[in-house]
Nanobody, 114 residues
């Protein structure tokens, strides 16, 4: 059964850090490009970062130098380390798996506020 389960969201003060995790089951994880997207209040869903099956990475300009995406093919998990968080990073963060078809998790809320 295909599942993408995000965790690690929460409330953090500006300048703080969070680490999101997305545990995947039901697919051959190593084949998939894994991505993190986010959707803030009143905004469209946007790409934050992705990592290919070959571990190449790409980031949105707004998070470059602050966020790091990584993957563990043994644990079938993708991570998003988020540092120096800003209020504009507040959003629901979604995990995505893409290889021929695209699959989504349910999302985890990240709120950056003092």
């Amino acid at each position: 059964q295909l599942q993408l389960v995000e965790s690690g969201g929460g409330l953090v003060q500006p300048g703080g850090s969070l680490r999101l995790s997305c545990a995947v089951s039901g697919i051959t994880f190593s084949r998939y490009t894994m991505g993190w997207y986010r959707q803030g209040p009143g905004n469209q869903r946007e790409l934050v970062a992705f990592i290919t099956s070959g571990a190449s990475t790409n980031y949105a300009d707004s998070v470059k130098g602050r966020f790091t995406i990584s993957r563990d093919n043994v644990k079938q998990t993708v991570y998003l380390q988020m540092n120096s968080l800003k209020p504009d990073d507040t959003a629901v963060y979604f995990c995505n798996a893409y290889w021929q078809l695209s699959y989504w998790g349910q999302g985890t809320q990240v709120t950056v506020s003092s």
